[in-house]
């Protein structure tokens, strides 16, 4: 059965730092960071391929970066330079098609396995 869990959710302040974590039973193509807050759709943070191909969300750019780990099946997201607006239930998710490339690596449809979420809060 395939699992997705996450840790590393917290509380922090306005310019703070978190390291998201997401380890899977399996080696996905694809793997991703989503987030979402009350009422609104969940929102593509990035994504990164099994080759290290990333691509990022332009409201994380330059602020978050995601990796993985191939030999621990772990996906990685250290978010910098926190904003409130960064507020949000992250979620990892996995894919084992090529979903990483082009626009649609952002679309929550195109992904089978989700994590659970980690709840990330940015005080201002």
């Known amino acids: 059965q395939v699992q997705l869990v996450q840790s590393g959710g917290d509380s922090v302040q306005a310019g703070g730092s978190l390291r998201l974590s997401c380890t899977s039973s399996?080696?996905?193509?694809?793997m991703s960071w989503f987030r979402q807050v009350p009422g609104e759709e969940r929102e593509g943070v990035a994504t990164i391929d099994r080759d290290g191909w990333t691509i990022y969300a332009r409201s994380v750019r330059g602020r978050f970066t995601i990796s993985r780990d191939n030999a621990k099946s772990t996906l990685y997201l250290d978010l910098n330079s926190l904003k409130a607006e960064d507020t949000a239930m992250y979620y990892c998710a996995a894919s084992w098609d090529n979903v990483c490339h082009g626009n649609s690596w952002s679309e929550a449809r195109r992904y089978i396995y989700w994590g659970r979420g980690t709840q990330v809060t940015v005080s201002s």
């Open positions: 399996s080696l996905f193509y694809c």
